[in-house]
Nanobody
């Protein structure tokens, strides 16, 4: 089993910044993908950003150029640096851990609230 602990959410003004952190513990495999999903009220959950152990990243079009995902493999920690925040970024952000291979398996954190408002 893998457990994910998230931190860094909160209230921020438009144009401000937040940094989310998530640490995985348990049965961590050598190659995995960690990242962030978000879900706004009344909206479907969407992928924000992901990063492999080797550093390959993917971003939602809506956050490209503003958000940066990174990771510390030694500590099994993934970060999401969020700059130039907009009200539409308001959502619950969920840390994810994905184990490729067979069988595939993924895990979810409990979520952290990010609110962008003046």
């Amino acid at each position: 089993q893998v457990q994910l602990v998230e931190s860094g959410g909160g209230l921020v003004q438009p144009g401000g910044s937040l940094r989310l952190s998530c640490t995985a513990s348990g049965s961590i495999v050598s190659f995995n993908i960690m990242g962030w999903y978000r879900q706004a009220p009344g909206k479907q959950r969407e992928l924000v950003a992901s990063i492999t152990t080797g550093g390959t990243t993917n971003y939602a079009d809506s956050v490209k150029g503003r958000f940066t995902v990174s990771r510390d493999n030694a500590n099994n920690t993934v970060y999401l640096q969020m700059n130039s925040l907009k009200p539409e970024d308001t959502a619950v952000y969920y840390c994810t851990y994905f184990r490729p291979g067979w069988p595939k398996r993924d895990y979810w954190g409990q979520g952290t609230q990010v609110t962008v408002s003046s």
